[in-house]
T-cell receptor
Framework: GAVVSQHPSWVICKSGTSVKIECRSL??????MFWYRQFPKQSLMLMAT?????????EQGVEKDKFLINHASLTLSTLTVTSAHPEDSSFYIC??????????FGDGTRLSIL | AQRVTQPEKLLSVFKGAPVELKCNYS??????LFWYVQYSRQRLQLLLR??SRESIKGFTADLNKGETSFHLKKPFAQEEDSAMYYC????????????FGTGTQLKVEL
């Protein structure tokens, strides 16, 4: 069964809107959660790493004020795309990792900004 | 900087034929390598990792440090093997971050 629940799976919204994506670890306490972005026919690009109770670590080139990450508990992390624009349209995927566990991935969220 | 290269975007083989999906990496430290698979309309899932030295669904992969490769192999392809395959490198001491290759689409034809 699914280890990670990611919601919503698909969202379409107008330019300027802020969108929140949730990632939940269902089977274990996720000490670390990762957020990836995937453009069509390209690989997954790590955006940020978040550990419960601390600030997320962003990869080079990722705007932390644009992509707000909150990891308030060991089972929930959220990614908020603030003031989204068409160029933010992409596939966003989260993954979770517990102690001595490999990464488990969510189903992803397809974000379309009109 | 670390990098993972999968030179083939698409690999098409006939059912029963051998399969080899290529993966090369560059990393100055001690690498930990993985193969992930994504079947149509499904999530990305771990297929195998080099430290386990196991065979999953008939697939094996051996880490060759001399050639900096971690090719994925299967002696006889099956139709259900058709999927997208990603090679990934985990940095030791790097916060468990994964660097992914660009992926290879495997298509097994009848």
């Amino acid at each position: 069964g699914a280890v990670v629940s990611q919601h919503p799976s698909w969202v379409i919204c107008k330019s300027g809107t802020s969108v929140k994506i949730e990632c939940r670890s269902l089977d274990f306490q996720a000490t670390t959660m990762f957020w990836y972005r995937q453009f069509p026919k390209q690989s997954l690009m790590l955006m940020a790493t978040s550990n419960e109770g601390s600030k997320a670590t962003y990869e080079q080139g990722v705007e932390k004020d644009k992509f707000l990450i909150n990891h308030a508990s060991l089972t929930l992390s959220t990614l908020t795309v603030t003031s989204a624009h068409p160029e933010d349209s992409s596939f966003y995927i989260c993954s979770v990792r517990g102690s001595n566990q490999p990464q488990h991935f969510g189903d992803g969220t397809r974000l379309s900004i009109l | 900087a670390q990098r993972v290269t999968q030179p083939e975007k698409l690999l098409s083989v006939f059912k029963g034929a051998p399969v080899e999906l290529k993966c090369n990496y560059s990393y100055s430290g001690s690498p930990e390598l993985f193969w992930y698979v994504q079947y149509s309309r499904q999530r990305l899932q771990l297929l195998l990792r080099h430290i386990s030295r196991e065979s999953i669904k008939g697939f094996t992969a051996d880490l060759n440090k001399g050639e900096t490769s971690f090719h994925l192999k299967k002696p006889f392809a099956q139709e259900e093997d058709s999927a997208m395959y990603y090679c990934a490198l985990k940095l030791t001491g790097g916060g468990n971050k994964l660097t992914f290759g660009t992926g290879t689409q495997l298509k097994v034809e009848l």
